[in-house]
Structure formats: C-alpha cells, structure tokens
C-alpha cells in the first residue's frame, strides 16, 4: 500500500465516518449551540469591529447607519403608497387578509457569516420561540431572509441572495409579478417578468403572498439593469439590494402566525 | 506521543481563531477564504508523509461543519479525502519540492 494512503489512516476514517454519523442522529444540534455559545462574544465583537473598520472613518459609519435605515423605511413607504394607489377599499380587505395577521417581532444580532454560503447566524433561537420557516427583516420592512435552521440559543438564516433561493415578488410600479433568483455572492436577480410589461430601472421590487413564502409588502429591493433579450421569454434585470451585510447589526424575526412554505 | 498532542492542539486553535476571524471579521471585506487556500497550498508542498495537511484539512473541514447548515462530518471527511488523494497523487505522479522545513506531528 502507498505511503500516504496506509491501513491506519483508512481505519481512522471510517472510524470518524462512525462518529460523525452518531452525532447527527442525536447530538447536531446541542454540540452546534455549545461550539456557537464558546465563541459568541468573541464573534459579536469581531462582527462590530470588522463593520467599524469598514467604513473607515467612525463618524461617517453611524451616520451612514442612520442614513441606511432611513432609507429602507422611506422605500418601504413609497413601496407601500405605490400598492396603496393601485387598490380600492374593498380590493384591499379582500386581498390583504394577511396583514391583518398580528405577528410579534423578537430582536436579535448578527454573529457570523458563512463562510461559504450566503447564511449569517443569529443570538436568538428556540427558547426566544424561533421556528424554522420565520422570515427575517430589518428595520424598515427590508426582507433579510429566512430562518432554516434552529438551535436552543441561536439560528440560522438564509439570505435573500444565496444561491436557490427563489421568492415570489411583485414590482407595484409596474403592477406585475416575477421572481427573485438568489445567485450566491450577495448578488440575486429579477426573473419571469413578462415581456410585454415596462420595467423601469430604480422601481421597487416587494414580496408578494403569492408563492406563501413570505408575508406581502417586505422590502427586497430596487431593479437594476434591465435586459430584454429576444431570445428570453422573459425580461431580466438585477436587483440592487437596500441592505449591506456590513451595516448590519440588529435583526427581527417575524413570530408569524403560520409557518410558511419551504 | 504528548508532544504530537501539543502540537496538533496548537494547529487546531490557530485553525479556530482563524476561522472565527474569517468567519465573523472578513466577509465586510472579502468573499473567499484565506483559510481554504493555506489548506490547499500546505498540502501541495507538505512532504507526502507529513499529516499537517491531512489534520489543517480535517479542522477546517469540521469547523465548517459546525459553522453552517450542514450535517457535521460531511466536510470534515470530504476535506480529509481530498488531502489524501491530493497527496496520493503527487507523491506518485508529480515531481514537485516539498517544504521540509515544516514542523512535523
């Protein structure tokens, strides 16, 4: 047998093969929480420091906070008067339903992300009532992503933009519908608009009820170079997104009701 | 047998506090990690018979394990195939310096 490739090591594989697959079937998620609770503060400070630095000088950092968050509230109004023009009294209450929905919000803080997805871990888990499924925003109804793992003390949340991630959205300027295409790297874009519909470059893009992945009416961004192809039955643009991962500290869970679909 | 203990504690918390810092202090500035390729370049110029590369492999493998959706031990031994074959075959098929220079477990 070769040097490199001996009995022993093989043995020591498919020793660790054996453990690995016991820790799966009953201690995952209890050894993930003990690993995450080890390195919280050391993480949520190197999170802080690493946004700090970013934008290099201080003063400019919060105000660019501010500035941020103002933002994504102004834009989730004007995305809000926009579907508000469109609609009458009636058609509202009628397709509307699930705003009524009375769903509670849980703050929490981002600790990591990692580093091979776009997924980024947050303080609050099971014993704060986060479930699998619960979207995540930010402040000024900006959509973040979506819970897809649970731990007692921490979760996980996919983000808009990895990769596979498909989210029903509707463009209110345009009175449309079309989807989100999560492209990894921070980056989605803007898929199945009909071609015989106007996409304007800057309209805003919210999520629709339709696909029942997320509530309506969450901020995910606004549309940026618009292609129209003649060999795409659809129109595709980019989406420029309203938040930087790296201005980012503070997140809420929505406490929805009913668990969203997969 | 302690002193190979050591050492390979020593590789782990460098390995650790590397990813932590990957992990939660670099994506504001970068989309690809160091780590990965002080793992691929320490196994393409280890001595074939060194096991710093297998163990840096199978560390950062199991840290990625824990630090994400995955179930634990899918990258752990993925990683730690991947060094086994890589140094298979540069021990067998390529002639290629290695560093002996780098301490050995």
Known sequence: ?262 | MIKEIIKTFILFLIIYFWFILESSYLPFLTFFSFLLIFVVLINLFEEPQGRIGLFSAFMTGLLMDIYSSHHIGLFAVSFSLFSLLLKFILSKYVRMGSFSWLPKI
């Not at chain 1, 660019?64 to 209450?93: D, F, V, Y």
């Not at chain 1, 509307?96 to 703050?107: R, T």
């Open chain 1, 1 to 262: 047998m070769n040097s490199v490739i001996t009995k022993k090591r093989i043995l020591a594989l498919v020793f660790l093969i054996g453990c690995f697959l016991i820790i799966n079937a009953f201690f995952k998620d209890g050894l993930k929480n003990f690993f995450y609770s080890k390195a919280e503060q050391l993480q949520a400070s190197l999170w802080n420091k690493g946004s700090e630095e970013y934008f290099s000088k201080k003063n400019q950092e919060e105000l660019n906070k501010k500035l941020i968050e103002e933002n994504q509230k102004l834009l989730s109004e004007l995305a809000g008067l926009q579907g508000a023009r469109e609609e009458n009294e009636t058609l509202r209450e009628a397709l509307g339903l699930n705003l009524q929905k009375d769903f509670d919000l849980v703050l929490g803080k981002v600790i990591s992300k990692d580093i091979l997805s776009d997924s980024v871990l947050i303080n609050i888990g099971l014993n704060e009532g986060v479930k699998k499924g619960f979207p995540v925003i930010l402040s000024g109804k900006a959509l973040l992503g979506k819970v897809i793992d649970v731990y007692p003390n921490y979760s996980r949340v996919m983000l808009i933009t990895q990769k596979g991630n498909n989210i029903d959205v509707e463009i209110p300027d345009a009175e449309s519908f079309a989807l989100s295409k999560g492209e990894g790297s921070l980056k989605s874009s803007l898929d199945m608009f009909p071609r015989d519909k106007e996409l304007k470059e800057g309209s805003l893009i919210v999520t629709s009820a339709l696909g029942g992945n997320y509530p309506s009416g969450l901020l995910i961004g606004k549309v940026k170079n618009v292609k129209k192809l003649d060999n795409e039955p659809f129109q595709l643009a980019e989406i420029e997104k309203v938040f930087d991962l790296s201005t980012i500290s503070n997140v809420f869970v929505i406490k929805v009701a009913e668990i969203y679909n997969d």
